[in-house]
């Protein structure tokens, strides 16, 4: 039409569409459900706007979501009457993708793993899921309280048209244009089992035409409106009468993913405080997991049933980030704003809370003796960022140590899979210390030679090689009851494992050696704190050691790369 604009994609949006098209063709369904949980945080987010603003209702408060099919033209259309966007927003939104490091994600997929559902799901699939059924996508959407509507138009291809239109209904509706082949969603019976299956808990009503007798057809009778989900939120039912499906189902619509999840938590807690969460842990980190601009907490906040806000980060501690789900409070007041939510108590007392239950959560999984596949592929995926707990929360300091995983000099085995609990089972007699070793690769720690007298007395050492293992080991300083220590570091104590026998040998050694270490003391001068004879070597002649209270090597060169 006459104002129709015409604008490029973003390069990612172009290569993800691509991408996503070709290999999720064999789960081409999801789009159903990717287009409803838009329309349903659409809704949400007016809820809650329109908590401030009234007029952002029009006068129509009855919030729906519904879908009409039309066979002759071939096409689906799913509208809401949410929050709508502006003309800026829906070039933001849908001409761009938000998520940082999505070119390095892309750039990163091997020509196979481009094929691979899964990881193009592990991204989120969302809107653009829309073209693997669709040849042409058109987006009708007017935000609440603005006069003019826009139309978005694309086929996919590279480019969108943009136009401004008359709309009289708040909201937005996205209809597509069904490629050939796909005329089984116009069937009614193929959309409603997909909306019974995926969005049966969305928390809004989702209504679809009546299905008319053939008598009433022929009389030319038009059909009316049914709900066709159940329409109430999931949390808010009792655990009796939800199936794994369906908190399968509700999860994948609620926390963008697309594969089920790993586990998760359900519970309501009564008393003084009262309040739901249902929280997830995925069987997957998501690709910005360590992205320090990628998005951060996966927790949706609710009070009394209304959405509140996505990504309160004061829901979940940093180290729990990975955990997605919702947490719905009676108590809190319906208008509480970020700001509130920095100094509450209450908050505080749910968060503690939950985190209490994500760690019972995963304190289970280890404990499954009938699964541990499941807690293996919890610790290869979050073993990392559940280990930053250890400094961040110290109130459960140990109750975290006692999940982590680690390799170490007795465990040959590819995944980490050695507790702190076995590590002390296992020490070798007199040994009243957990030892450590922390290097950029396996490899480094495993051949140091600050190893090999730990090698000969049949000690085991941790080998830790996560960048955050040398933070993490200065603020543990101790499990139950037994100090850490690192092989590299200061004097070499190793207690009662040592005999008297070996003691005596070592003081005579020092004592005939002093002239020597006098020399290489001189001759290496400045550089150098202190030069001692040591019986850490077996093979190797020399070795460095940081001071007791110094940086580790490890830890100088890490700073250094970081410019400090
Ligand atoms: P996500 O839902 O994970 O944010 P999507 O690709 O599904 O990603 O959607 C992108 C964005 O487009 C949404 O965040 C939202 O801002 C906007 N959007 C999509 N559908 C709608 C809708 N029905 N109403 C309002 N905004 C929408
Ligand atoms: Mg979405």
Redesign the pocket.
């Known amino acids: 039409s006459a104002n129709a604009e015409k604008h490029g994609f973003q390069a990612e949006v172009k290569q993800l569409l691509q991408l996503m098209i070709h290999s999720m063709y064999s789960n081409k369904e999801v789009f159903a459900r990717?287009?409803i949980?838009?329309?349903s945080?659409?809704l949400d987010?007016l809820r809650f706007e329109g908590l401030k603003d009234d007029s952002l209702f029009e006068g129509d408060s009855e919030l729906q979501i519904w879908i009409e099919q039309d066979k002759d033209n071939r096409t689906v259309t799913?509208g809401?009457n949410?929050?709508?966007?502006t003309r800026d927003?829906v070039m933001e939104?849908?001409g761009t993708?938000?998520k940082s490091g999505t070119r390095a994600f892309l750039d990163s997929l091997s020509g196979d793993e481009k094929k691979d559902a899964k990881l193009i799901g592990q991204f989120?699939?969302?809107?653009?899921?829309a073209f693997i059924v669709a040849d042409q996508v058109v987006?009708d959407?007017r935000r609440g309280g603005e006069s003019t509507g826009v139309r978005w138009i694309s086929d996919g291809g590279g480019e969108y048209t943009l136009e401004e239109i008359d709309k009289p209904q708040r909201?937005?509706t996205?209809t597509l244009h069904l490629r050939e082949g796909e005329e089984e969603f116009t069937e009614p019976h193929r959309l409603r089992h997909l909306v019974k299956t995926y969005s049966d808990h969305i928390a809004f009503p989702i209504k679809m035409r009546e299905q008319l007798s053939e008598e009433d057809e022929n009389e030319g009778k038009e059909a009316g409106w049914e709900q066709v989900n159940r329409g109430a939120p999931l949390w808010a039912e009792p655990k009796s009468k939800l199936s794994d499906e369906d908190y399968a189902e509700f999860y994948k619509h609620t926390c963008?993913d697309f594969e089920d999840p790993l586990t998760w938590t359900h519970n309501k807690v009564e008393g003084s405080q009262e309040y739901t969460n249902l929280l997830y842990i995925p069987k997957r980190a998501p690709f910005d997991l360590f992205d320090p601009n990628g998005k951060q907490h996966g927790v949706k906040l609710y009070v009394q049933r209304v959405f509140i806000m996505d990504d309160a980060e004061k829901l979940m501690p940093r180290y729990l980030r990975f955990v997605k789900g919702v947490i719905d409070s009676n108590d809190l007041p319906l208008n509480v704003s970020r700001e509130l939510l920095q100094n509450n108590r209450l908050l505080d007392k749910i968060r503690s809370g939950s985190v209490k239950k994500v760690l019972g959560l995963i304190e289970s999984m280890a404990k499954d003796e009938d699964d541990p596949e499941k807690f293996k592929t919890f610790s290869n995926e979050f073993g990392t960022v559940l280990k930053e707990g250890v400094v961040e929360d110290y109130e459960n300091q140990t109750r975290i140590a006692k999940l982590l995983r680690f390799k170490t000099t007795q465990d040959e085995s590819a995944d980490p899979g050695v507790s702190l609990d076995t590590y002390i089972e296992r020490m070798a007699e007199g040994q009243d210390k957990i030892y450590y070793i922390t290097a950029d690769t396996l490899a480094e720690a495993k051949h140091s030679p600050h190893l090999e007298i730990f090698k000969k007395k049949n000690i085991e050492v941790l080998l830790l090689t996560d960048r955050v293992d040398e933070w993490v080991m200065a603020h543990m300083t101790e499990y139950e009851g037994k100090e850490f220590s690192s092989v590299a570091k200061g004097a070499l104590d190793l207690g009662e494992a040592e005999t008297e026998e070996e003691k005596e040998q070592q003081k005579k050694l020092e004592e005939e050696s002093s002239n020597l270490v006098e020399r290489i003391k001189e001759a290496l001068g400045e550089r150098v704190n202190e030069v001692r004879v040591t019986h850490r070597l077996t093979d190797s002649p020399a070795c460095l050691v940081a001071d007791e209270h110094g940086m580790s090597a490890h830890l100088e060169r890490i700073l250094k790369e970081a410019g400090q």
């Not at 949410?82 to 966007?85: C, E, F």
């Open positions: 990717e287009l949980s838009n329309a945080d659409a987010t799913i809401d949410g929050v709508g966007m927003q939104r849908i993708i938000a989120g699939v969302g809107f653009y899921s987006v959407t909201g937005t996205v963008n």
